[in-house]
């Protein structure tokens, strides 16, 4: 065993000048006067190269930051990473805005471009961002990649001087032909409330190349977190998202959702302590589900969100393709003895077991016997209900229908406020029986998660009514699609989530068939049919008995994946834009909001 060298140690930490740097991390030195900062002053003018400057852990004054500022002058031209965390500790509100605006000065004469700006732990509040807003919106600030104000305590009026900083270094960027292409944005802990994450929210609607945005404990409640939505929207490359700590609530659950397919990079995700609720877990759950749409996400935090037993089936389905997923926060909701049963069955049925946190903190109230009981007495006392209701109602039935199908008696069905609960099943539904009786409650017992059996099924009717034709197959595949997309507009979240993820297989073997095939304009014809667009040439085809709203919901998900044809769009587009006539009289259509919609989807893409 080597001995330890205390002397090559403390030679190690004497030495503050690095090839590329200087560093003073965790010093703890008071720097008051000019005579204080001599020490930095020194490691600077000697760095040979000095891309970063590390004053973490120190505290800095006016006098300090002047003499260290005429050194950055001379020396600052190279430097890319300004880290400037927790360095006014003890100063005074008058203290804090000179001392930044040395340091800021300074590299503006010497013509920095930073990369890297972090003022973290400096409580300086909106006086302090006063100190940094001429900084912010000049020519050394154009080049930002990360910019780090985490606690610092800005609260409203700072949020908004810090967004109209932002904004003018934008403005001021693009003018002089080198665009602000903010990639990391962290202003957490910072009580920004509403009025500053909308400010912000415009911010981020102009950057549009952020990859990681952390606002954690801003008090920003629903409407704070629809702005935010939105401006977030137009950042498609955005990995990571942490609103921990905020009041999201179902609604602004809602507005998330609606932007979460935007983000096909998202790796990490952070709602945790959010009063998401179940409802709010649901609406997460079916934009998190859908197949394909989140391939890197590895880590997911919904802990401690009064999430009760109906959203573990969801929010566990919608990890069932996760494949690099890592970490599952789950904890401190209000599972309770099911719901943890049914996390951890769907979770290793789905191999994604190892991802999931524990669950010591699931509030669950336990009774003398030792059984565990949800706290929502209401929903218990109601499923009792129901099921003595369902057992005096049911018996005459029960009795009838033990000749003609004896599996199915044990089937029983529980709708509870937003999800449909299935409590026992001795029988899986098959492709001809769910679409035979396409409801909600058979698309949940269908036993199949690809789109094969549904493929053999078409090409055995083909052939049973001995048509071979490809038109055939396509005309009846559709039909099988439009019932299966039609629960895709369902109130029940767990319903949507699968047929979504089944609507998406369903479509990529239609197009895959077609283009094979050479039958493109066959499909397209035939969708035109089954959604009502034109009417069919053949006189004998059936009428259309599925829910054209969930269709036309389902592609607007759909439209927007790579296989989907750019002829299907087009052609598609120019059929929704026409009036429904009936008897040469325009009538009201019922679907004209969903057509709306999806057109808005579609015309996003430009014909090639």
Known sequence: MSSFNLSELK?????????????????????????NAIEVVK??????????????????????????????????AALKRALWKDMFTGRSKEEIPKALEYLGTSLCIAGAQLTELELSDNAFGPIGIKGLADFLTSSTCYSLRELHLNNNGLGIF??????????????NSSRDGTQLALKVFDVGRNRLENEGAEALASVFKKLTTLEEVAMPQNSITHPGIIALAKGLSANPKLRVLNLNDNIIGPQGAQALANILPNFRALE????????????????LAAALGIKGNHPSLMELNLSFNEIHTRGAAPIAQAMAD??????????????????????HKCLTNFERINSLGTLNDDESVEDEDGEDEEEDEDENE?????????????????????????????????????????QKIEKKVTVPDFLKSPTEENLLLLEYESGQPFVEY??????????????????????????????????FFDVRIKAQTLTDILYAELFAFAVKDKQI??????LLVNLGLIKSEDKSAGKIDWNLDGCFKALEIISQKDYFLQQTRDTLKIFLEKPVIISRVKVIDPFQDAKVALGIVLNRFQTT
């Open 158 to 171: 700072g949020g908004k001087m810090l967004a109209k900083a932002l904004l003018d270094c934008c403005q």
């Open 382 to 422: 109601d499923e009792d209900e129901n099921e003595d209701e369902d057992e005096n109602e049911n018996e005459d039935e029960d009795e009838d229908e033990e000749d003609e199908d004896d599996e199915n008696v044990n089937e029983d069905y529980t709708n509870d406020n937003g999800a449909i609960i299935i």
């Open 268 to 283: 990490y995700l952070n709602l945790g302590d959010c009063l998401l609720k179940t409802e709010g877990s649901l609406i």
């Open 521 to 526: 304009t066959i499909l397209n014809n035939s």
């Open 43 to 76: 490691a600077i003018e000697e760095c040979p190269h000095l891309e970063f400057f590390n004053l973490e852990g120190n505290t800095l004054g006016p006098l300090a930051a002047k003499a260290i500022a005429e050194a950055l002058k001379k020396k600052g």
């Open 322 to 343: 996760k494949k690099q997923l890592t970490n599952l926060h789950l904890d401190g909701n209000l599972f309770g003895t099911d719901g943890r049963a049914i996390l």
């Open 458 to 491: 078409v090409k055995n009717l083909v052939k049973d009514n001995n048509t071979q034709s490809e038109f055939t197959f396509i005309e009846e595949f559709i039909k099988v699609i439009m019932n299966v997309s039609a629960l895709c507009g369902s109130g």
């Open 11 to 35: 030679d190690a930490l004497k030495d503050n000048i690095e090839k590329n740097g200087v560093s003073f991390a965790g010093r703890f030195l008071k720097l008051d006067s000019e005579k």
